[in-house]
C-alpha cells in the first residue's frame, strides 16, 4: 500500500493509499525518445583521399518517436584547403535499406522511391537523384551541401555554413507528423590536422553532455526502493522512473495496536484510526533500510535472568517429585 507514481513517472501523487500494482502491464516498458542531437567529433586529416576524392562518410544511428532505429550516414567532400562540403549521404532503417528507394518488381530492380522523405540538412533540402539498382543505397544526393570550414593556419574549427557554434539541423520528414525531432548536429569539436592520412572523424547521438540522443522502447530490469520508500523501476533503455511510494500509518497511540503476528499489528480503538493518507517515510529525520535484516531487539541479560529463574523452579519442582516418589517408596516398604 502507499502512493501512486505520476503518469509519467517523474514524481509522486500524494494522495489516499491504495495498492502499488508496480508489475502490472503499462510498468514493465518505458516510452521510446526521438533522437534530438548528434555529435561529429575527430580529425579530418589534410591529405586524405578518400575526402579529397568520393567523400568521407561518418555515420550515426537514430531514433524516432516510435523507437525504430535509422542510420543517418553524412559525407564530406573536400572542396579547397580548410573546407569540406558536407551532405546527407542516405538514411537507412534497421532493415539497412535505404529510406529513398523502393523496389521495382517489373524491372526487378531498385528505383528512387516516389514516397521518399524529403530531408532538410543546415537550411538546404537534398533529395536523392540516383540509387543502386541492386542494394537500393543512395549513389548521388541532389541538393546544396553545407560548408565546414577550419581555420587554415591552426586547423581549428571555424564554422558549419553560417553557423559559428557547429550546429546544422537535421529535419525528416516522411509525411507523418511528428515522427522525427529535428536534430541538432554538433560539428564544433573537429579540427583538420595533418595524421598521416589517416582520419578519426566519427558521430554520436546526443549533444555533448549525452543529453537528447533518443531511446528504443525500454523493458524493464528491475526494481529498487530507495530510503524515501519511492519503488524506482530501471529499464533497458537507460530510463528510470517512479512506479510508487510506500507510505507509513501513523496513529494516536501505536502502543494501542494489537499484535497479530508475523510483524503485523491491526488498528483497534485504543490506537485510533489511520486517515487513509499516512506519512512520508523521509519525513523527519527517518529513512528505510531496504535489503536488510532487523536485529533482535532482544534484551539479553534480561531473558539470562529470567531463565535461571525458570531453571531454578524447573530444579525445585524436580526435586519435589523426587522426595514424594521417595516418601511413597518408603511408605510401600512399611507395608510389606
Do not use: H
Request: hydrophobic share 35%; proline share 2%; no cysteine.
Amino acid at each position: 500500500m502507499g502512493w501512486k507514481a505520476t503518469e509519467d513517472g517523474t514524481g509522486i501523487v500524494k494522495d489516499s493509499v491504495s495498492a502499488l500494482n508496480v508489475m502490472s502491464a503499462d510498468k514493465m516498458y518505458a516510452d521510446p525518445e526521438a533522437t534530438a542531437a548528434a555529435t561529429v567529433s575527430g580529425n579530418i586529416d589534410t591529405k586524405d583521399k578518400q575526402a579529397a576524392d568520393k567523400g568521407l562518410p561518418v555515420s550515426f544511428t537514430i531514433y524516432d518517436n516510435k523507437g525504430d532505429k535509422y542510420t543517418v550516414k553524412l559525407n564530406f567532400k573536400e572542396n579547397g584547403t580548410g573546407t569540406y562540403d558536407v551532405s546527407v549521404g542516405d538514411i537507412m532503417n534497421s532493415d539497412g535499406k535505404s529510406l529513398f528507394s523502393s523496389y521495382d518488381d517489373t524491372t526487378k530492380k531498385y528505383i528512387p522511391s516516389t514516397s521518399a522523405p524529403t530531408v532538410n540538412f543546415g537550411g538546404n533540402a537534398m533529395t536523392a537523384t540516383s540509387v543502386d539498382p541492386v542494394t537500393g543505397a543512395v549513389t548521388e544526393m541532389g541538393g546544396t551541401a553545407v560548408a565546414l570550414t577550419f581555420d587554415k593556419a591552426t586547423g581549428k574549427f571555424s564554422a558549419m555554413g553560417s553557423d559559428k557554434e557547429g550546429i546544422a539541423t537535421l529535419t525528416i520528414n516522411t509525411g507523418v507528423t511528428g515522427l522525427f525531432n529535428d536534430i541538432k548536429v554538433d560539428f564544433s569539436k573537429m579540427t583538420n590536422y595533418a595524421s598521416g592520412g589517416s582520419s578519426t572523424a566519427a558521430a554520436t547521438r546526443g549533444d555533448k553532455d549525452g543529453k537528447n540522443a533518443g531511446k528504443q522502447v525500454g523493458e524493464m530490469q528491475s526494481i529498487s526502493i530507495d530510503g524515501s520508500g519511492k519503488i524506482i523501476g530501471s529499464y533497458s533503455n537507460g530510463t528510470n522512473k517512479y512506479l510508487g511510494q510506500l507510505a507509513l500509518a501513523e496513529f494516536a497511540n501505536p502502543s494501542g495496536l494489537e499484535a497479530i503476528g508475523g510483524n503485523l499489528f491491526a488498528e483497534t480503538k485504543n490506537s485510533g484510526e489511520f486517515d487513509g493518507i499516512g506519512i512520508d517515510p523521509s519525513s523527519g529525520s527517518s529513512s528505510l533500510t531496504t535489503g536488510a535484516l532487523e536485529m533482535s531487539n532482544v534484551d539479553l541479560s534480561a531473558q539470562f535472568t529470567d531463565m535461571i529463574v525458570t531453571q531454578r523452579g524447573f530444579q525445585a519442582n524436580s526435586r519435589t517429585i523426587t522426595t514424594t516418589d521417595t516418601m511413597l517408596e518408603e511408605l510401600i516398604n512399611l507395608k510389606r
